[in-house]
Structure formats: C-alpha cells, structure tokens
C-alpha cells in the first residue's frame, strides 16, 4: 500500500485482472513482498494470532447463532440444547466461550508489547489508537455475548454494567430504560444484545482493516524502536514471517485447546449455569477475567459518578498514550528506568485483576483490598499522566544501535552485506 | 450584469444552505423511530399495578414479590427497628430526600416519609448504586452494620429505613407509589 | 440496634476431599456408579428434584451409565408425562385430573412437581434445584454434591442456632439448609450389583451420575482433544522445522 509495487502479473489473466480490480497485487505487495524489519521476535506474531482469534470467533458465533434463541425464556435452555443435543454443538460452544478468554489474553500481550516497544510513537499513532478503537469494541462485544446464556451472571453482570449509565447526571437513568428497552434488563434487553453482539464483529472486522492498512505506511516497529534504514535491515513477510507467525500461532492454539478440551469452563462462572433469576443476586457479582482491573477500579471508589469516571478514563487514557509519551527513543530495551515502571504496570493490572475478582470486603495480609485496588489505581493513572511524561524527558537512554542489520547480524556482516 | 450575477450567487447560496438545511432535518427525523423503538415499548408501559397480600410477612422478617421486573421488599419492622430509624439525624445521611414516590419530591428522609405505616416498610429491592439487589438482615444474620441491608455487589449498606447510610450509592433505596387497600392488602404502582 | 449480631462466620466448610474416577486428563465415568447413582436419584431425590435436561435416550448415549437402549426403554415406560389432548380435545379427565401417557425414549425426566409455586408448597418455601445443572452449577460441583450430602452428621457449634425448618449442613453456604437431614441415609436404597450401601457409597455414586447429567459430552471431548493435541503437536515440529529452514539463511 506504500512504497513501489513489486508485482508482475505472470498470465494474460492476472494482468487482466490486474487492470479492472489490482486485488492480487494488493496482495502480493502486502503479504507477500512486503519489507519486514529482520528483527521480530515471538511478541510480534501476537498480530496474525488476534485476526485467527477474530476468525474463529465470527465462524463459531455465525454456528451458534443457528441454534441459539434469544428469548428470556428459551436462551438457558437453547444454550443448554447446544451442549447436549447439537452435532459437536458442545465443540462450537466451548471454542467460542474460551475464544473469547484467548482473544483477550492475546490482546493484552500485543498491547502491553506495543507499549514495551513504543509503537505507539510517531509515525504509528494511528495505528494504535485505532489498536484501542477495536479493543473498545471487543469489550463491548465479550459484554454482549456473556449476557446471551442468559445465566445469573449474564443477567446481573448486565444490569450491574447497564446501571453504569444511569451514573451520568440527568439524562444517566433514561439512558439506562433506552439501553433496557424496559424498566429493568428483561427480554427486550436480550434481544437487542443479540443483534448486536451479532453485529460488532464485523465492525471489528472493518477497524482491523484500517489498523492493518495503517501498520503497512510506516511499516512494523520492532524491538530496537529503531527506523528501517536500508533493505539490508528487512526480510519479505514471505516467506519469513508467514512461516514464523504459523508457527507460533500453532503454539497459541494447543493452549487454546487445552483449555477447550480439558478445561472447558476454566474461565467460566458457576452461577452462569443457573438460569437468570431477577430476584436473586448471586452472592458475588464478578465479570469476565478481562474485565476485571476495570472493575477493581469501579470498586474502589466509594462514589457512584467519580467510580465509573475513573473506570472510564483508564480507557480514554489509552487513546491519548501516543501524546503522553515524551521520550524521543521508542523501545524500553534502550530506557532503563521506563523499563522498570513498564513492568511495575504489568504488576499492577495483575494486582488490579486480582482484587476484582475478590469479593468486595475482602483483605490480604490484613490489608483490606478495597485500600489495595485504590493504590493500584493510583499507580495506573500515575504511569500514563506522570511517569511517562516525566521519564520521557529525564531519562538518559542508552545509545541505540546504528541499524537493525548491524545490530542482528553484527558490524562485519551488516558492512559485507553492503 | 453584475447584480445579476451577484442576485444569482446569493440564491444559489440560499438553496444550498436551503437543501441542506432541510436534508438534515429529514435524516433527523428518520433517525428518531431508530432511537426510540429502544425505549419501553407499549406493552412494557402498559404494566398494571399490582395488589399484594402482605398479612404472611412476619414481625423482623422481609418477603420479595416482585414489580415492573424488580424485585419489591416488604418488610414488617419490629419496634425496636422502628426506633433505630427514628433515632437517625436526617441531616448526617449520605441523601437526605425521602425518595418516597407517593410524596413530594422534596420530601426530607425521615422515617416517618419514608412508610406510610411505620411498621411496614415497602422497597424496589434494587441497589441505587449498579442495581444488585441488596441483603436483607434477618434476626440471625446481621446485614451491614446498620441493621438494614447489605449490597454485596460493591459494598452499599442501607439502615432500617433503607436509607443508605455507607457505600457507593448514591441514593436511598426507592418507595414505590404504593397504597393500602386494608391492613393485610396493599396496591403497588 | 438490638438485633443479635452472629458471633459465627458462616462461611461454607472446604469441601470434602474425595476422589472422583472423571477427573484428570483421562478420567472417564465410572458406570457402575452411573448406573447406582441413577438409581439414588430414582429412588431419593426425584421425590423433590428435577433433571430437567436430561431425556430417557440420553440413559443408553455413549459416555453415560451404559444402559442399552430396551433398559432405557423401560425405565421410561415407568414415568407417566402429560398426554396430548385426546379425541375429543380433553386434556384433564372428569375428576379433573391431567390426562397422561407413559413415557418415550424422546421424553425428558418429568419434575415430581407441576410448577415452582408447587415445589415451594411442597419445600417449606424452599426450592429444591434442578440437578441436571448442579455439578456445574456450583463451585466445587461434584466435590459440593458430596459433601452437602454427607454433612449433616456433624453438630453445630455451640452459639449456632438452626433456623426453624431448617437442617445444620456447615458445607452450604450460611449453614441453613432447606433439604432435611433425613434425605440421604444409610441402605435408603438397595443397589441391584450388590454394593453395600453406606450414605458414602451413594453420595459418591449419586455425585457421579450427577456429573454426568452436567457434562454428558465429557468423555467425548477428552477423546477428541487427545487428538486434536497430538495431531497441533506434530503439525507444530512440522512448522518449526520449516521455520528453522527458511530462516537459516537470515541470520
């Protein structure tokens, strides 16, 4: 999509293709040909791994949407019919649930890569606020979906989120009765849920698109944060990074079926086995694992509004990280002290994931982890308002090397090659 | 020659903004059907009110029914809970509106504004903070420590009178429009 | 307040550690234990439980308690279920009694009771839940099962009242439980292979059927995805020595 295009139409039909719609070209140029930074390592196949995530996702929801009901009434039921009844119903069900689970582990991994490696930074912060859109967009997505079972979970984990709304003074409580269709989530809520759940992946489908297309100007970062400089420092996608990205995808998916085959409701609650009860709250509220720093956050205000403003703007906060970063190098393998805070961040979602999925007055070591969430919280808009900004401008970072051929290859070879 | 060149710019201007003008209030108009068939539809808001046969609920104890898909707390107080309601400073309580429908909305949240008859609580069972629906004390199990219920979604703890007394929630838990139609028999809604 | 404050935390008791022949990578059901736990849950529990989602066929699947498909047959033919309406479109007879036929392969259990109002009627307000969801309806599932059914023996502490109407089981939350005490005991069945029937024994066998009432495909994903892994394993040292090949030349 940049640069000269390397393709030659080799028959009399593809170059008549070639002059009505150039599809091939596209993409020859980029999957095929396309310059790649030699230096990639086993993060950067996380890309490949998330659009095979969105892929399986798509196919078993479009399978499961054959056979599942989305009424108040029947989904429990069809959902169970599915597992017991369908042909490998069961398979398509289980791949989707922890489908879901493995997309968003793959998705923190590339995100907490990007932000390792500083690909965030000039020229790519399109690329990753568009990284955001579609992260913004699957969370809405996994909500929607977890509401289909229709189980306890489903049910209260949707009117807990839907009564989010109603924080926004004014106009919050009508937004809560639109987003329900009715006085409380019910039947109306369920079925709007189910085409939207329905319809947001292609959406994500479309931003992935543009996040692709994005990433193919500028081209890949890589781990030195340094600029492609000669073509000594690429290698064509093909068939380099096809063979390593199949690879390690094949690694992803043993995990994945691990999980699937013998540990199937791991990421599972128990209570979204029991159908939804509009009278009864489960004694613990807890959303999926995904979702839980953002929901220790929520906890740990003990205000309604400024409790989901917080949660909020952890996110929006992501869509501004390419403007809060001021250091002139990219990658934390130059950036000593940002390293430090960058894995003191890893800590603290973990931290922050951990005391979501605990129950509301719960303690560690004596220290009630309401206290706990509330420093971890500190930290995570301390890392993004502060420390990135002040790190970026004090720090000394070590001296970066001249190319990534050099610095893969070694001076002797990098000067042969030349 | 000028002017008419002039008179001609100035109405091609005036249909252009013309058009567009009434092209956005047309797109406008078709968008509003979209956003609305969200909201409640006829069916929804045409719930009825419901009667409720309240004489099985005992002294201390709290039985659910349920209303417009909620959860509706009906609950006998005993004197002694009575007391410890009454005995609460209204104005050191997170929200001091009664939140009772059947009164004003300024309506201050004195126990007295929020029952009709002191020894008969009536509640939406619905956390004011994300919707939970709240423990209740009972006897045995104490609820929260001020006698009343507990959320265990995120912590809100509401007083005798379902006044939230400490936690996230902003308000005290809603008074349903409610009526006696006897002693043992009360229309909700 | 003057309520008294419970000194005891209620929180239910680590369950009980028992063994259970399904678990692990390549555990299987045990079908004599299906077979007896059916027979429990025949004999014990369906007096209040359902097994909503589980059909007479489903007793002769592959990966369930092994009955062929006559035996399954006539375990159906001993259940009565609501009839069609007959010639002259009567769905109750004279006395007002819902008309019934016997059941079919293709019929699910029916419920001992005809709606929720019923069972509540029926349970000192209490619903007793359906048991084709209970192993993964609850933390713990089987583990649970067991351990509720084999914890009534024991004594509350001192300080602890039981509600009225209601049975000490420290292994359910909050110690009050609906379901007496009297529910499972010693020899409340006769197992027809002979096993002695200690509360043990058919709680440990109850508990598995149950399991697989919840996961009746179980058996079948473990085999498929013993597969599956072999065949991602081989398919995996296929890439990586391509990946090693095209590479060689990069470095």
Not at chain 3, 21 to 44: C, H, I, M, N
Request: hydrophobic fraction near 45%; charge should be neutral; proline fraction near 7%.
């Amino acid at each position: 999509m940049s640069g000269h295009s390397t393709y030659t139409p080799k028959s009399g039909f593809e170059k008549w293709i070639d002059q009505r719609l150039p599809l091939p070209r596209l993409m020859h140029d980029t999957m095929q040909t396309f310059p790649t930074p030699r230096n990639l390592n086993i993060w950067y196949t996380f890309g490949g791994i998330l659009t095979f995530c969105l892929a399986v996702q798509i196919v078993t929801g479009i399978v499961l949407a054959m056979h599942y009901v989305a009424n108040a009434d029947l989904a429990f039921e069809s959902v169970e019919r599915i597992m017991r009844d369908v042909n490998y119903g069961w398979l398509m069900r289980f791949v989707h649930s922890n489908g879901a689970s493995m997309f968003f582990l793959a998705v923190y991994i590339h995100m907490f890569r990007g932000l390792y490696y500083g690909s965030y930074k000039a020229p790519r912060e399109l690329i990753w606020i568009l990284g955001v859109l579609i992260y913004l967009l699957m969370m809405a997505t996994a909500f929607f979906g977890y509401v289909l079972p229709w189980g306890q979970m489903s049910f209260w984990g949707a009117t807990v989120i839907t009564n989010l709304f109603s924080a926004i003074p004014y106009v919050g409580p009508h937004i809560a009765t639109w987003l329900w269709g009715d006085f409380a989530v019910g039947d109306a809520t369920l079925n709007r849920f189910f085409s939207l759940h329905y319809l947001l992946p292609f959406i994500i489908a479309a931003v992935v698109g543009l996040h692709i297309w994005a990433l193919h100007v500028p081209g890949n970062n890589n781990p030195l944060g340094i600029d492609v400089k000669s073509p000594q420092d690429t290698l064509p996608f093909h068939p380099y990074y096809t063979v390593k990205d199949a690879f390690y995808l094949c690694l992803f998916v043993i995990v994945f079926a691990g999980f699937v085959f013998y540990a199937p409701n791991f990421f599972g609650n128990p209570d979204n086995y029991v159908q939804a009860n509009p009278l009864v709250t489960p004694p613990d509220i807890v959303p999926e694992w995904y979702l839980l720093p953002f929901y220790a956050m929520l906890r740990s205000i003990p205000n309604k509004l400024m409790g989901v403003i917080v949660m909020g703007g952890a996110i929006v906060t992501l869509f501004l990280i390419p403007w809060l970063d001021t250091s002139r190098v990219r990658s934390c393998r130059f950036r000593p002290l940002m390293k430090q805070f960058f894995w003191a961040l890893v800590v603290d979602c973990i931290i922050l994931g951990y005391c979501g999925a605990q129950s509301v007055d719960a303690a560690a070591f004596g220290i009630p982890l309401v206290w706990v969430a509330r420093l971890a919280s500190v930290y995570y808009y301390a890392f993004f308002w502060l420390i990135m900004p002040i790190v970026g401008l004090i720090e000394t970072p070590k001296k970066l090397p001249a190319s990534i051929a050099q610095s893969v290859l070694g001076d002797s070879a990098a000067a042969a090659a030349e | 020659m000028t002017d008419t060149t002039h008179d001609a710019g100035t109405r091609r201007d005036f249909l252009y903004v013309a058009s567009g003008a009434m092209g956005a209030v047309g797109v406008a108009a078709a968008a509003w059907p979209l956003i609305d068939q969200m909201n409640p539809s006829a069916a929804a808001l045409a719930l009825a009110s419901t009667e409720i046969d309240i004489s099985a609920v005992q002294a201390g104890q709290q039985i659910v029914y349920k209303w417009r898909g909620h959860p509706l707390f009906v609950r006998r107080r005993t004197p002694a809970e009575i007391a410890a309601a009454k005995a609460v400073d209204v104005s050191s309580l997170p929200d001091p509106l009664a939140r009772n429908a059947n009164l004003p909305d300024n309506a201050q949240a004195t126990d007295a504004d929020r029952t009709i008859k002191p020894e008969v609580l009536v509640l939406i069972g619905v956390c004011t903070h994300l919707g939970c629906t709240p423990t209740v004390s009972t006897p045995t199990a104490v609820e929260g420590e001020y006698g009343g219920w507990l959320c265990h979604c995120h912590g809100s703890q509401y007083d005798t009178a379902g006044r939230i007394r400490k936690g996230p929630a902003p308000q005290n838990l809603a008074v349903p429009p409610y009526a006696f139609l006897s002693d043992t028999r009360i229309k909700v809604g | 307040m003057a309520a008294p404050a419970s000194a005891i935390d209620t929180t239910r008791l680590p369950l009980k550690p028992v063994d259970f022949s399904f678990e692990g990578p390549f555990g299987t059901y045990d079908r004599g234990a299906l077979q007896r736990g059916f027979q429990v849950y025949k004999e014990v529990c369906s007096t209040c439980h359902n097994l909503d989602h589980i059909a007479f066929r489903n007793l002769a699947d592959e990966g369930g308690p092994g009955f062929s498909e006559a035996q399954a047959k006539a375990i159906a033919l001993g259940y009565k279920v609501p009839a069609d309406p007959n010639d002259k479109g009567e769905v109750f007879d004279e006395r007002g009694v819902r008309l019934t036929r016997a059941a079919a392969l293709a019929d699910y259990f029916p419920g001992p009771f005809p709606n929720e109002q019923a069972a509540r009627a029926n349970n000192g307000g209490a619903l007793p839940p359906d048991l084709s969801m209970i192993v993964k309806g609850r933390e713990g599932g089987a583990h649970y099962v067991y351990s509720i059914l084999t914890g009534f023996h024991e004594t509350p502490p001192p300080g602890f009242t039981v509600t009225a109407g209601k049975y000490y089981n420290p292994y359910f939350e909050g110690w009050n439980i609906s379901m007496p005490n009297t529910a499972l005991t010693d020899k409340a069945v006769t197992f027809t292979d002979g096993t002695p029937a200690t509360i043990d024994q058919e709680a440990h066998d109850v508990a598995t059927f149950l399991a697989w009432a919840s996961d009746p495909k179980m058996e079948e994903r473990k085999r498929m995805g013993f597969g599956v892994i072999i065949f991602l394993l081989v398919l995996s040292g296929l890439l990586f020595a391509a990946y090693r090949k095209v590479w060689k030349s990069a470095h």
